[in-house]
């Protein structure tokens, strides 16, 4: 199908931007790379009054390593992230996922601010973000703030950014030696969104692993931490880990698969990214 | 500037082009109705299949998640073009000789994909182009013969034989 009608401007700046959403009627979204949002407009899922295309402002893209963050412009493309040396050095974790997300041509122009702000549940990056405890810069009307991705995602498509708000940027720790990362998901054909999928770091400490951040996707309204997996990975018991999925995790049925199906997969995922997490050392 | 009608300017292989266009019109739409540039398919119109394929400052898009608004400064090449520079005839003429297409609905797409591999200037493994293709949907060939050709031409270009 085709969009329904909209008007169309170019934010010069962040600030512009922020001006340009504070429409009245509140029905004006932001354009970044487009990937999912001209998808929902022309089979008309969604139908803003108005587009505010971010693709011109400058300073909102790239990948930069200071004071042990890396920190990654809201509109760096998928593409840019997969090719960076930095990334591969720095984020492995985003690294790993990057061959799932679409395809080569989606990765051109989708970008890794615009995949987090639209939160779509079953979305690697999103996941990433949680996993990585990464910090989200926001500028809004009421000027810019930093909420922690534990705190970012609310709800289905939901998140801490308001009508009136750009996502900047997003910062990670940088890993360093210590760092171990894990990625496994589950989906029907190459470049789907994934059925279950689950984004992980940790600290490595010889044979035993700290700060197990275990971020599954897929499995709910939002990406969502096995808190109680997280623990008994940390205390090395894998099979002890993939039966707390059992409380951490309530997927619902969905047209890809039961509830019961995910649980069971989220489990074969848990084995695969606890064999990385335990071999994988990250050499900065 | 917050319009329901643009006006843009761009180059279309290589031509200079100044037009107005529907905020909502997206960039396949535009070159296949108002530039009669109709080797880019419309097939899915929201991402999946690939047919909508065309290259965005020398990089492969989607023609469909992409408006034709945003194309203002672009420079944008389709299928006529690169079938008319001659960059691609050599894969053109390894998907002939190898039936790598029937219909020949997906056959544009699967091109300019292609070509965008083939440019990195390595052979790639039968299973990365696999991947590199996977964005665009064939529903004649199965898929084998269009990996053959690839692969035919990424060594042909790399000095062996096809």
Redesign the interface.
């Known amino acids: 199908?085709?969009?329904?009608?909209?008007?169309?401007?170019?934010a010069k700046s962040v600030e512009h931007a922020i001006e340009?959403l504070a429409r009245p009627d509140g029905e004006a979204r932001l354009?970044a790379g487009?990937?999912s949002l001209?998808?929902t407009?022309?089979?008309r899922l969604s139908a803003p009054k108005?587009?505010v295309?971010l693709?011109g402002v400058g300073g909102l893209s790239g990948i930069a390593v200071k004071g042990g963050m890396a920190e990654i412009g809201a509109l760096t493309r998928h593409?840019e992230a997969e090719r960076s040396t930095d990334i591969a050095r720095y984020v492995p974790l985003i690294a790993l996922a990057m061959?799932h997300i679409?395809?080569?041509?989606?990765r051109?122009?989708g970008t890794l601010g615009g995949s987090i702000a639209f939160a779509d549940p079953a979305a690697e990056l999103p996941a990433c973000a949680l996993a990585l405890g990464a910090e989200l810069d926001i500028a809004g009307p009421k000027g810019k703030r930093t909420v922690k991705a534990d705190d970012f995602f609310k709800g289905l498509f939901e998140t801490a950014l308001g009508p009136h708000d750009v996502l900047t940027a997003i910062r990670v720790p940088a890993a360093t030696a210590e760092t171990r990362m894990g990625f496994a998901e589950f989906a029907r054909?190459?470049?789907d969104y994934a059925m279950v999928g689950l984004a992980a770091s940790a600290k490595g400490n010889g044979e035993k692993l700290g700060d197990v951040r275990l971020a599954y996707f897929g499995v709910g309204n939002t990406p969502m931490r096995a808190k109680k997996a997280e623990a008994a990975l940390a205390g090395g018991d894998v099979d002890a880990a993939v039966k707390a999925l059992v409380t951490d995790l309530d997927p619902h049925d969905d047209v890809q698969a039961t509830g019961a199906t995910k649980k069971h997969l989220a489990g074969v995922l848990l084995r695969r990214v606890a064999r990385q997490l335990m071999l994988i050392r990250v050499s900065p | 500037?917050?319009?329901?009608r643009?006006d843009i300017s761009l180059t279309v292989n290589g031509e200079t082009v100044h037009e107005t266009v529907?905020?909502?019109q997206?960039l396949v739409?535009f070159l296949r109705e108002q530039l009669v540039l109709t080797g880019s398919h419309i097939g899915c119109?929201?991402?999946v299949c690939?047919a909508c394929?065309v290259r965005v400052n020398g990089?492969?898009?989607?023609g469909?998640?992409?408006?034709a608004?945003?194309c203002?400064g672009a420079s944008v090449e389709t299928i006529e073009g690169v079938s008319d520079s001659g960059e691609i005839a050599d894969l053109q003429a390894a998907f002939e000789k190898r039936n790598a297409l029937q219909c020949g609905f997906c056959t544009p797409g699967m091109l300019l994909?292609a070509q965008?591999?083939l440019a990195t200037g390595h052979v790639p493994s039968r299973e990365k182009i696999r991947?590199?293709i996977?964005?665009?949907y064939c529903r004649c060939t199965g898929y084998h013969a269009i990996v053959d050709a690839i692969e035919a031409v990424a060594k042909a270009r790399a000095g062996g034989q096809t």
Do not use: W
């Open positions: 199908m085709k969009p329904a009608p909209f008007a169309y401007a170019r340009l354009l487009g990937q001209i998808a407009l022309n089979m108005l587009l295309d693709n593409a061959p679409g395809h080569a041509a989606i051109n122009r054909r190459h470049g | 500037m917050s319009d329901m643009c529907d905020a909502r997206t739409d119109e929201h991402g690939g394929t990089l492969v898009v989607r469909c998640l992409m408006l608004a945003q203002e994909t965008e591999l991947e590199h996977s964005g665009n």
